[in-house]
């Protein structure tokens, strides 16, 4: 059985970073790739980044928002990673973390096995 779980959330204030984690389970790690969505209150879910099996990267938000998100995979871990520095209170969401099918994609739609989702809050 495919399992995701995310981890690495919580409330910090505007300007703060934050690593969020995705320990997978049930596949072969290193095969897949691994997308990070946001899904933020109200809103749809959004892609930001996605990594290949061999840690290839890919980003999905605005360029002026890239620098902020840096996603990252240890595969000896079946672990993938998203830190968010700078922190902003439009950064508040959940955050969820899928597997990817063959290549990534920035939409969500595409992704068929997601974890639970870690809840971040930035305060002003």
């Known amino acids: 059985e495919v399992q995701l779980v995310e981890s690495g959330g919580g409330l910090v204030q505007s300007g703060g970073s934050l690593r969020l984690s995705c320990a997978a389970s049930?596949?072969?790690?290193?095969?897949?790739?691994i997308g990070w969505f946001r899904q933020a209150p109200g809103k749809e879910r959004e892609g930001l980044s996605c990594?290949?099996?061999?840690?290839?990267?890919?980003?999905y938000m605005s360029d002026s928002e890239k620098g902020r998100f840096t996603i990252s995979r240890d595969n000896a871990k079946n672990t993938a990673y998203l830190r968010i520095d700078s922190l902003k209170p439009e950064d508040t969401g959940a955050y969820h973390c899928?597997?990817?099918?063959?290549?990534?994609?920035?939409?969500?739609?595409?992704?068929?096995?997601w974890g639970q989702g870690t809840q971040v809050t930035v305060s002003s």
């Open positions: 990594i290949s099996g061999i840690g290839n990267t890919y980003q």
């Open positions: 899928a597997r990817a099918p063959i290549t990534c994609y920035s939409g969500p739609e595409f992704y068929s096995d």
């Open positions: 049930g596949f072969t790690f290193d095969d897949y790739g």
